[in-house]
C-alpha cells in the first residue's frame, strides 16, 4: 500500500494519556466510589439486570495494580456508523493488553456485530496494529449494524466465546450498541459465563452523552472537517457574492453536528431541529425565518449567505410527520402495488390527493415536486419513507425562494437569490483523527482493557475533564445501568441509555441563541480552517466550541 505523508507521520504519533494511566499497567491501581442509581425508572431497571445493577463507579489512580493476574483473551467489535478515531479504541486496547501480558490476545469480529455471531475474526499482531494508529476509518476489521438483542444471539454469542476462551467482549457504538452491550452483559453475568462486557461510546452525531459521558467519540473530528468545508464556502460566499448555499449536515435525529459547525461558522443562519419541534414550527414559518435573512442582506446589497440544516430538521416539523405518517398508511400492504401500477406522475397525485387528509394534502402541496416524488419512490423495505434521504436542504431552498417571490410580488423585497446545496457527511466520518480524537480513543481502549483486567462487567470505559489538556483527564468506568431509562420503542417499554438531544437550556445554545440575530445579517463568518496534527497545543488539541461552552469555557 503507498502511503501519504501524513499518514506515516501519523504511524508515529503518541496519543496522549490521562496521567493516572501513564506511568505503565504496574502503577494504576483501582478506586470504587459509590453504588449507582439508574437516572430513571429505578425499580424496572433493577429488575431487568439483577446481576449488573447498582454497580459502583469506578476511577483509576497511580498505586500498584491489585488486579488479578489472569490470561485475557479479549474480542473487539465496531458497531454502526464510521466515527474517527475507532482505530485508536483498538490501538489502545491492544497496547494495554500486551503491556499487561504478551500472552494475552485481541480477537477482531468482523464487520460489526454479526462478525461475533457468525464467528468470523482475526486475531490482531503487532504488524497489523501498526498499520492502523491514528488514522480514520473503521477498515481495520470492518462495521455493521447488525443489533444484538436476541436471548438466541446471546446464545450464540456465548458459544463463540467458549470456543476460543473469551475472557471478554469489548463494543464500540452508540447508544443502541451499549445499551445492547449492557442486555448481553446482563446475560453472561446470569448464565455464568464468566465473559465480561465493556462499551466504549461511538458516534459522529454527539447524540450519547449524559452526566457521565462528556462527548463520544470521532464528534470532534467530523464536526472539524465540516466547519472547515463550510468555512471555505463562507469565504467563496464573501468573494463572489452571489450565492446562497444551503449547507446539510449528518447528526441523525440531533442537531449537535449543525450547531457545533454554526458555532465554529457563524452562518447566517442554522436551524435547530429541537428548537424547530419546541416552537412546533411549520415548513412555512421556517422558510419565512430564512427567508428574513435573504431579505435583510439584500436590502444590505448582500446577496449571498450560508445556512446550516441539520440532516433530522424535517422529522421535527410536526405537519411534515404527520404527512409521512399518513404516506406510510396510504401505501400499507397492497396499495403500493396499486400505486407503482399507476402510469404517471399525474395519475399517482390524483391517488396522492385522494388518500391524504386536506391539511396533509396541503403540506404536500407546496413541497418541490422533485421531494414530493421522492417521498413517495424512495422507501424501505417496509415500504415507509426514508426521511433521512429527504434532500431537506433543496426543500428549504426551494421553499425560500418561492417565499422571496411572493414578497417580489408584494415589492418588500428586490434582491437575487441564486442557491446552491451540499451535503456533508461521509465526509468526516473517516477522517485522520484530530489529535483530540486520536489521544481520548487510545485512551478509551486503553481504559476499557484496564477495566477488563480489574474484573468489572457492564461498564462504559470513561474518560472525563475532557475539556482541560489529557495530562489532566480522569479515566475510569461507570455502570451502563446507571445511564439508563425505559422508553417507548415499536410498542415495547425498553431499558434503554437516553439519547441526547440539544438542550435548548444549554450553554451552546444559548451561546448561538444570543448571537444569530446580528450573523443573520452581518458577514460576521469565521474560518476554521484544516485539522491541523502539528503545531502548537492552542491550535492542535483544541476541543469542540460545544464541550467548552458546556464545561463553562
Ligand atoms: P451511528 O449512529 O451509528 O454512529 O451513525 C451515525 C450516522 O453517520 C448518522 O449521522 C447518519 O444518519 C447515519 O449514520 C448514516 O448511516 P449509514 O452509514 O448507514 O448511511
Redesign the pocket.
Known sequence: MKLSPLQTARYQYSPKLPGMLRNGIAEISVKEGEATQSVADQEKIKALFPNTYGKKEIVFEKGANTSEAKKQVVGVIL?????PGGHNVICGLYDALKATDKENVLYGFKNGPSGLLDDDYLIFDDEYIDAYRNTGGFDIIGSG?TKLESEDQFAVAAEVCKKHGITAIVII??DDSNTNAAVLAEYFAAHNTGVQVIGCP????GDLKNEDIECSF?FDTATKTYSEVIGNIERDANSAKKYWHFVKV???SASH?ALECALETQPNVCLISEEVAAKKMSLSQIADYIADSVEKRAANGMNFGVAIIP?GVVEFVPEFSALIKEINELLAGSKTEEFNALPTWKDKYAFIEKGLTPESMAVFAILPETIQQQLFLERDPHGNVQV?LIESEKLFSALVKNKLDERKAAGTYNGKFSALHHFF?YEG?CAFPSNFDADYCYSLGYNAFMLIQYGYNGYLSKVSNLSKPAEEWVAGGMPITKMMNMERRNGEDKPVIKKALVDLEGKPFKYFEAHRDEWAVETAFTYPGAIQYYGPAEVCDLTTRTLALEKGE
Request: proline share 0%; charged share 30%.
Open positions: 458497531s454502526g456508523g464510521q466515527a449494524r457504538g452508540g461511538k458516534t459522529i452525531d470521532g449528518m447528526g441523525r453536528v440532516e433521512s457527511g466520518r
